[in-house]
């Protein structure tokens, strides 16, 4: 086993079987950590598992998931080169956005995770990854897309894949930003 996805198991280890971990809320099934490669040079944060993701232990496996799969496809990227997780680790009661406390909560893991991975490149999910990062509210029409240095890599923020399902017309658009952050990859891999 890779010695970043050694890393990576034992915070893993240390959550899962704890009921006191601060990544629990209530009425949640599994701690979703996240997958992929340990090694990756892009990373994709999205704000919070839903259903499908509590059920499956695993991140961006329902619809949003599907839709994503797709789109990197079309960006010549696999998610087995990529690793996704969420800034919150498990479900917020009712599918809402994370509040602050478990924000809060689970920044620290998520930490663990960047350095660990060591990403080049942060693709953010939509506005509450997005804010979570920039540490201020900021329209995610306004920054989608662009690269902001964020201490040792970059932060390319994107519409979550949930707000494309919503309104589908921004699909192009989404899938422009997305093949900006595979060139932008490409390049620093270089």
């Not at 509040?99 to 909560?105: D, F, G, V, Y």
């Not at 540490?135 to 920054?143: E, N």
């Not at 690269?147 to 390319?156: D, K, S």
């Amino acid at each position: 086993m890779n010695l970043n996805q050694q890393k990576l198991t034992h915070i893993y280890e240390e959550h899962k079987n704890n009921p006191q971990s601060p990544l629990f809320v209530d009425g949640n099934t599994n701690i979703v950590f996240g997958e992929g490669n340990p090694n990756a040079l892009l990373m994709f944060i999205g704000e919070a598992p839903g259903r499908d993701e509590d059920i499956q232990g695993r991140p961006f496996v329902g619809r949003s998931g599907k839709l994503l799969d797709k789109a990197l496809k079309e960006c010549n990227l696999e998610r087995k080169d990529v690793y996704i997780t969420n800034i919150v680790k498990t479900r917020p009661q009712n599918n809402r956005t994370p509040n602050e406390q478990e924000i809060n909560k689970s920044w620290p893991t998520l930490k663990q995770q960047i350095e660990i991975i060591q990403p080049k490149i942060i693709c953010t999910l939509g506005a509450s990854a997005t804010t979570t990062f920039l540490k201020k509210p900021i329209g995610i029409s306004k920054i989608h897309g662009f690269a902001i240095p964020y201490e040792n890599t970059i932060v390319i923020p994107i519409y979550h894949p949930a707000y494309i399902l919503r309104d589908p017309r921004r699909y192009q658009g989404f899938l422009q930003d997305l093949q900006f952050v595979s060139k932008t990859v490409k390049n620093i891999a270089k």
